[in-house]
């Protein structure tokens, strides 16, 4: 079963004009789902684990620009009055989920918060991104932390935000307890620019690290494959004991931010073969990234919430097909991560 971690408080965190990252986000998820999972409240005291990754100067600025009203950090990345605690709790929601699942309550848990996360490194800007990327604290790489000072030893990240998690890398780079693997849209064509085959991992966490850039309009049917190619064999490999997905909606079709044409048949594929690993994982925790359509946030949130449920989920949207000319690019960029991968685990 899967439940959802939630507040109010995430509303709060609103941005001084208009924007893509807005409070709309969240509400059209929640309203979606309300009536199909419990939902719970995040940890409120998380300041302990906030340092365990964050540089104590970034946090002070950034509790420093909450006092200011409404500003942007950089050009992509507002705070206001109620960031501060929002964000802290949208840490609070990744460790409560966390605690759920190692306590065997739930198999599943969905942390719908914001701001974001994946692109903060330790100390804001991350790998020498031009911005942070509405992004405040590194969620997910919290909660990373979290789970392995609570008894797990392995923990993969499973990054399918359409953007590249620059923070999230950086911040495991050299760590072997945590595998991060992300998909994103090929890092020249989009922020932050980062997120290269060649990015395996340092000193003792080489060969936890695989990138795969896709090209734009990579549709379902290569996604699809570049996931059963890599991404499940190295997942199955590691043999994590949880998983945590850095779950952004933007590599949709429908997306504006980016240029991958995934339909929510991708995500489902995602959630079922996740839901199939519980039992030989503890668990999966999902922490909502990016996804600025808020009507495929709703729908794509829906199709979580009830395949993780066991429920009959019919995605009411065909399967995409990728130009011939992108998957030849598809299939040089698979045989490109597997060479480089290939010193690292057994792909074929
Ligand atoms: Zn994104």
Redesign the pocket.
Known sequence: MIGVIYDNAYLEHKPPRNHVENPSRILAVIKSISDAAIIERPINNVDDWLLKVHDPNYVRQVDEACGMGYVFIDADTYVSPGTCRAARLAVGAVMRGIDKVLGGEWSAAYAVVRP?GHHVGRGGRALMAPTQ?FCIFNNVAIGAVYALEHGINKVAILDI???HGNGTQEIFYEDPRVLYVSLHQDPLTIYPGTGFIDDVGEGEGEGFNVNVPLPPFTADDAYMKALDRIVWPIIDEFRPQIILVSL?F?AHMLDN??NLRLSLNTYAHIFRRLRDMIGRIKGVVFVL???YNVDVLGRGSRLLVDIMSNKDAEVDEGVTQTDPRVMARVNSVIRDVVSVQRNYWHLT
Do not use: F, R, S, Y
Request: aromatic share 0%; glycine share 34%; net charge negative.
């Open positions: 974001p990327g935000d359409v953007h952004g933007d931010i980016a990234e990016g996804g």
